[in-house]
């Protein structure tokens, strides 16, 4: 039998339920895009459409009860089938999980007691989300879906693993899919790129190759210095390894560029393997450049003693000033027993040391002035974080990062554009030392508006106190724009969008955020809350005197949100905004209750509302009315609130090179409201994101305690809404 479909949608689920049955189908991506797959059987006859010809594989599968055991099971089946596209929507897959999770709770397989087409269409629904599905796999929050994931991953590993690695590891592509060739495929492909498994949704900027790379020998790293944490720009190199590493089969190492004690500590890299592992980042080795510390004074005294090196005591602005000229220095010609007489004192760390630098001798006309004579050592006498005192002086990061690349075997070199002028130095350095040259690959470092993304500029926020901490959620760290309520999967899908691309982009955080609203809005709770501040009180004459509660869905389309109790009363809150905008015998809408007619409206002596009267009209058409009110009934159960908002750090889109940042610092930045709420929302646990009706969606920061202390809710942006700095 040949499956023929397009090349952007093969029908996964039926080609790994061929394979699990052993049924021999040979595949040819050539349909035209938006035709449905086509199964040509041996006898010439066709059968259309990716489900038809999933059932079809099911019912002349010989594995025992495939397509059901009965009529009934066969119409569990097909009600399983009928939902398992919901994991190709990216706005319901979390809630989709949350779903099968319960479900499989008290069950084994979808279906029966046995694997069944129904599993297969559910497992390839996962398995094609890649990187989505993996970061929730990794986060332990639906361990029976996992559980039984990894159950049909481990018996069926031989055929799916084959399968995942043709099918998944490049989405689409005509080679992957006929000739299943495990080659990277061609820069030219128009077809869909896959980041670990996950479909870009702008796949162009995928669509190239690590040059002289062969699948099974690429070997990465990523490789951050523990000064900070990590963040939104980091995450795109870290992400862009990641994929390289799966693309090619290859291997991935972490390793702490730590070799400045002056900015470094464990805090440091304990956070940074907090985030990579936040960012589902799989890795094969974390190393640390300090490891190597002994090799490399080697490697310095065997440049030395090679008249590659020599040591330096120019003062540092004269040296600056004699780089920028193009002027030799005065040490240059140095003898090898001077050098390393001088090398001598800077290993000790003497006061004649402390004067002196150790320097390539590399090109001091070069119209590439990070060709002439960079610095490789210079004294340090601040202990290191991780090797105490042990050493007074310290690598820079040009000298030790093309050592320690060849010396783990790193095959190919990520690095941000902004580094392309050092791409001769390092690979200038590498030959004086003596390696194989490892590959540089460049892509465009990801900037964002009215963002800062120096680490020395940020830890000037820190110190300076203008925010809590390296996770406060106006800092574009990964543990910062979390706590602000951003969901890991769009953070992934939005740097995955911008791909590998060596263009310099300025990008809105809109966007991002827009991608977040899409992930939780389906599935975050409603709740209501009303501005303490002059809060108006509507009083219903006919309205329940003794009040009386109901128990409502906290989202009407999600049944996995859960129900709330709501209290109804003829003593109304309703924010002052909506109160001002009603007329004297307007009809509105009180929202999960029904029509209400305003009667009266008091006001002060200034004009300010006060009180409402009115008649509750619950026959009333609710399709009739301009206001449709939020409201609170008056109780003491009602929860204080404390709704966060903020601003941008700086207020200038973008900084010019030569601006200081100090000078466009935002002087507010945190907006505090103060609300009641229902109930219900006493339950709300730190993380929790939810939506108030009618004031946009937030994250819960801290929870109740006691109730003299209010829930504190940060307001997530939903892209629609732009901040503006002031």
Request: charged content about 25%; some cysteine.
């Amino acid at each position: 039998m040949e499956l023929i479909f397009p090349a952007d949608s093969p029908p996964f689920h039926a080609i790994a339920a061929a394979k699990i049955s052993g049924i021999s189908l040979t595949t040819s991506s050539t349909l035209p895009s938006g035709l449905p797959p086509t199964l040509v059987l041996e006898s010439g006859q066709r059968l259309h459409g990716a489900y038809v010809i999933l059932r079809y594989i099911g019912r002349i599968s010989s594995l025992p009860h495939f397509y059901g055991l009965d009529a009934y099971q066969m119409s569990q089946i097909d009600e399983w089938l009928d939902y398992a596209p919901v994991f190709g929507s990216g706005s319901e897959f979390e809630g989709a999980c949350r779903f099968v999770d319960e479900y499989l709770l008290h069950h084994t397989f979808l279906v029966g007691n046995s694997l069944s087409i129904a599993d297969v269409a559910v497992w390839a629904g996962l398995a094609a989300a890649g990187m989505r599905w993996e970061s929730l796999r990794k986060s332990k929050k639906y361990q029976n879906l996992v559980r039984w994931f990894n159950s049909i991953s481990a018996d069926y590993d031989a055929v799916l693993s084959e399968f995942t690695s043709t099918y998944l590891g490049k989405k689409g592509s005509t080679k992957a899919a006929s000739s299943k060739s495990k080659e990277p495929q061609s820069s030219n492909s128009r077809s869909s790129a896959v980041e670990n498994g996950v479909q870009a949704p702008e796949t162009r900027a995928f669509e190239v190759d690590l040059p002289d790379a062969e699948v099974g020998k690429v070997k990465l790293r990523f490789a951050p210095e523990p000064s900070g944490f990590l963040h939104i720009g980091h995450s795109k190199a870290a992400l862009l390894n990641q994929y390289f590493a799966n693309r090619y089969k290859g291997q991935l190492i972490v390793r702490f560029d730590d070799t400045n004690p002056d900015k470094e500590s464990s805090e440091f890299v304990d956070n940074l393997l907090k985030d990579i592992e936040t960012l589902g980042i799989k890795y094969n080795a974390v190393t640390y450049t300090s490891d190597y510390f002994p090799q490399l004074m080697e490697m310095a005294e065997k440049l030395i003693f090679e008249s590659k090196a020599y040591v330096d005591d120019t003062p540092r602005e004269k040296m600056q000033h004699e780089r920028m000229e193009g002027i030799e220095s005065k040490c240059r010609s140095n003898t090898v027993e001077e050098n390393l007489k001088l090398w001598k004192e800077m290993i000790s760390g003497s006061e004649r040391g402390l004067m002196c630098c150790l320097r390539g001798k590399l090109d001091m006309q070069d119209l590439n002035k990070s060709l002439r004579d960079p610095v490789y050592y210079r004294c340090n006498l601040t202990p290191h974080h991780r090797i105490g005192a042990k050493y007074k002086i310290y690598p820079t990061y040009d000298f030790c990062c093309p050592f320690v690349d060849a010396v783990e075997g790193i095959t190919h070199a990520l690095r941000s554009s902004e580094y392309h002028d050092r791409n001769d130095q390092y690979y200038r350095i590498q030959q004086d030392m003596g390696f194989r040259k490892v590959h540089i690959y460049e892509f465009s470092r990801l900037n964002m508006v009215y963002t800062l993304l120096s680490k020395r500029k940020l830890l000037w926020f820190v110190q300076n106190g203008k925010v809590e901490g390296w996770d406060d959620p106006r800092f574009p760290t990964v543990q910062g724009i979390v706590r602000r309520g951003l969901k890991i999967e769009a953070l992934i899908q939005f740097i995955l969008e911008q791909g590998a691309s060596k263009n310099l982009n300025l990008m809105e955080w809109d966007k991002l955020w827009a991608i977040n609203k899409k992930i939780i809005d389906p599935v975050c709770p409603r709740h209501t809350a009303i501005s303490e501040e002059r809060r108006v009180l509507l009083n219903l004459t006919d309205g329940p005197k003794d009040p009386f509660v109901r128990v409502i869905p906290k989202h009407k389309k999600y049944e996995g949100a859960g129900e709330k109790s709501v209290t109804y009363s003829n003593r109304l809150w309703i924010d002052y905004a909506d109160a001002e905008s009603i007329s004297i015998n307007e009809e509105v809408t009180l929202k999960d209750w029904g029509n209400a007619i305003v009667k009266d409206i008091k006001k002060d002596e200034n004009g300010i509302v006060t009180q409402l009267t009115g008649v509750l009209h619950l026959e009333g058409s609710v399709k009739m009315t301009k206001l449709k009110l939020t409201w609170l009934a008056d109780d003491n159960e009602l929860v204080r609130l404390m709704l966060v908002d903020f601003d941008y750090l700086i207020t200038k889109k973008k900084l010019e090179e030569d601006e200081d940042f100090v000078d466009v610092v935002n002087p507010s930045t945190r907006t505090e409201t103060s609300a009641l709420g229902e109930c219900d929302m006493r339950n709300l646990k730190r993380g929790d994101v939810i939506q108030l009706e009618r004031k946009g969606y937030y994250r819960c920061d801290a929870p109740l305690v006691r109730p003299s202390k209010p829930i504190v809710l940060f307001a997530i942006p939903d892209g629609k809404q732009q901040t503006v700095a002031k």
